[in-house]
């Protein structure tokens, strides 16, 4: 009978699991199939421009079709979960079948915001920039008729955002975008319309030059605007942002308003810390506590990938030793992807997600003791901010997250720096100069699951290390008790654990089998112990707080 029992049990606990699986293949893979754009009105809402009929087959069959097709031959060459901007974007690697249903899904879930059941009158900006550059509004729909009827058989005409800003009129044959990186001089298209005859056939015949005429009729210019608005702000911001977060010698100073809205309390400090570092005790209890940090780890990579998609790089398109990442044309890799490892940066982050779904009264994301939970809550998290992403990365000058999240990442990088050299100085002061060398930086990534932080040569044999601060360090009951050491990676791959304290210029060198972790100290065999150290003299170490005012809450 207890068997049975227990059997349900390991049943129902398979089932959560499975469940949990799903729950993650809906949050974080729904986004990138390429999904069907709904209609922003009904079918007989444009008739000035178009009849009912043809707006059904159109976005039905024509439309349906190109996403059905686009999805099947992805699916087929295993190119699976991307983006159609992406697709459409990078198209020269992919197949003429790709293209034509990658276009024409891309092209038409424009068009379809591109028109307006409500006439409208271009303003703002866009009309400052249309009038700026073709005189008149007639004159720049007079040049745009011009290049739609000099387009021969099927295509698009298109009104495009070029490099340098300006506007432009051309027209792509197909269902090509000018997005697409093998059309000569394309750009980002804001407005478009459908010179095939399937759009209008039906209601027109053979007017096509009627059929241009009246599409003025249906223009959103609202809509127009903001592409237009999203595409210059954005391309002034992604160079921005990206200066100060490749160039970590650009330091940002906060104000100090700007750091206290950044500071998260110690409680919630003390709850990211426990669900990004879980300690031994937890561990052994359930691996589920062990699948957040690589959850959020890959989440957060997902998320920078398509922030940044020109600055991402792939292991194999980089030096051995490098990491998946953003990069810098020099390939520097950017102090963002930081963001997976700080606490700190877990924590604001999260409340600028918070402050967004209370607006849109929504459920907060909150964290607790079970792990099942937190893990749909961090699924929650990552969904949102997917959504968000544009806001929080694209746009520097309006993005307080970024810049605090900047500010934190690189007085995180500064602090780790400013301890390993002060520990590369002690060693070499008492082995050797040479005896001590550090393997990361410049460049270079600290694997964040095994990292090796430096070198140790010490009676003619040399060990892989990582390096730690800590605060405080006793003895009790044939341990040694290591206190205020933040950042428990796994340590096993190295074959000793330096600790040091910067301010009574200290380094303590252990073995690393058999620590144990709990309750946020490390607990080190008595036997594992092999030597304390002092530094002879002034070790003139780099500061670290320029870049946050101090009283945030750092280890
Ligand atoms: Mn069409």
Redesign the pocket.
Known sequence: MKNIVNKIEALKEEVKIIETKKNHKFFLSEMKRIGIERLPYSYTSLKRFIDPETMDV?YNK??KGYVEKLNLALDKKKFGDLDLEQVVKTISRFNQEVRNNAG?AY??AL?WKMLSPNPQKPKGLILKKIETQFGTIGGFKKKFDEVAKERFGSGWVWLVVTKNNSLKIMSTPNQDNPLMNDIKDGGYPILGL?L?E??YYLKYRNKRDEYIKNFWDAVNWDFVEKLYKMKIGTRIDEEVVMSQLMNSSNAEILTEEETKSQSCSTTEEQMFKTLLFPPTDLLEKSDQYGKFKKEYIMGWMDVLQKAYPENWKNKDSLFKGHEAGLYSKENVRSLLMNLTSSYTAFCIIHKDVNEYLKKNNQNVITYGDNPNTNLLELRKFFSILHGLRSNIFKRGEQSNTLRQIGGVLKKTDCLGKRNEEATMKIINQNYGEGACKIVSGGGYTKDMLSGIDATITMDGQEHTSQIKPFKNIFEKDGYFVVQGSSSTQSYNKVSLLIFVNVKSKQVRIYKTPKIRIQQGSYYIPKENMVSTIFAKGELDLIDCNKYLSENIIWE
Do not use: E, K
């Open positions: 159109h024509h439309y024409g092209n038409h068009f459908d095939w399937h759009a």
